[in-house]
């Protein structure tokens, strides 16, 4: 019998099940196994795979205050289950961006092109996310959206934006 | 009075010598950053300073050299002398970021010289109270450095 299950979460698609016992069934395993590391390599499929472990060295380097000797804030629990949350929620084929600890403990989110290529979401903690962007010589953006759960239109929109 | 006279005009040529530093910053000068954090500061593989090296302390400043009139060499001997020998966790320099004091100026913000510990050493100040205007500021900044890694 060919049987092949994916798991509920497609954000988390790592790992599939394969009950079946066949050639068949372990023909179509490895195809889509290879489909799925295709798909790793070439799209942002999985974000936490890559920035959780970056996410985790940060509180780490950051969890005391003076973490950067110029008397930084530390980045408490809070802000770390935050940006994990940020992290998840990011939409499936964005490309990474890049973390920056702040210093007054905040965790910053970086999409950079280049010169004027550039936006920066941040959170603290407190399910707001502030942000700036530089998409030309005199065209900026910068204000304050509301994070719960989902990650707001306007913060994926001026993420494409740097990638148009 | 003689000797009065003397004393006056040594104090007052002390005061011309040292006028450089007192006096306000030409937007021509370069001003320096010394960059200890990597993931604060710069991208090593994008070859770029971030945003991240130019948020000010909580205090509201964010400390600089004025480098002008120095030599490559003598930029690093001050951050080593002046920055990282001051800092209680021993972290090393590891880069800096280069700027044109117009470029700071352009963003409403000040260089104000403050020659603790060095007669070099500037804040750039003027901070918005706002957190996104900050942002968009040290963004700014970081858009028209250059970096420098220690090598």
Not at chain 1, 48 to 64: F, R, T, V
Not at chain 2, 81 to 89: N, Q, S, T
Not at chain 2, 134 to 149: D, F, G, H, P, T
Request: some cysteine.
């Amino acid at each position: 019998m060919t049987a092949l299950a994916l798991g509920s979460n497609d954000r988390f698609i790592n790992r599939t099940q394969n009950t079946g016992s066949s050639e068949a069934a372990n023909k179509i395993k490895a195809i889509f196994d290879g489909a799925i590391e295709e798909l790793r390599n070439s799209l942002t499929w999985n974000p936490l795979y890559e920035l959780g472990p970056e996410l985790q060295e940060i509180i780490k380097e950051c969890h005391e205050e003076d973490w950067d000797g110029e008397s930084a804030c530390p980045i408490t629990q809070s802000t770390y289950s935050e940006a994990f949350a940020f992290i998840e929620n990011l939409p499936i084929g964005l490309p990474l961006p890049e973390l920056v600890p702040e210093p007054e403990g905040d965790i910053g989110f970086e999409w950079n092109r280049g010169k004027y290529k550039v936006f920066v979401a941040s959170i603290n903690g407190t399910g707001v996310i502030t942000y700036a962007g530089l998409f030309g010589k005199n065209k900026k953006t910068h204000g304050e959206e509301v994070f719960d759960e989902n990650i707001p239109q306007n913060i994926i929109d001026n993420i494409r934006r740097v990638y148009k | 009075m003689r000797i009065f006279l003397k004393i006056l005009s040594t104090i007052f040529e002390g005061f011309i010598n040292n006028k450089d530093h007192i006096t306000d910053i030409s937007p021509d000068e370069n001003i320096t950053r010394y960059i200890f954090n990597k993931k604060k500061g710069y991208s090593e593989v994008n070859r770029r300073v971030k945003y991240g090296a130019y948020l000010p302390a909580p205090d509201g400043n964010a400390s600089v050299y004025r480098t002008s009139k120095i030599s490559e060499k003598e930029i690093w001997d001050i951050g080593h002398k002046y920055v990282e020998k001051k800092r209680k966790d021993k972290k090393k320099i590891k880069a800096r970021a280069d700027i044109k004091a117009a470029d700071i100026y352009e963003q409403s913000l000040s260089i104000i010289p403050d020659t603790t510990p060095h007669k070099l050493h500037a804040n750039i100040t003027n901070w918005p109270e706002e957190k996104d205007k900050r942002l968009m500021k040290a963004v700014e900044l970081a858009n028209s450095s250059q970096l420098v890694i220690k090598g």
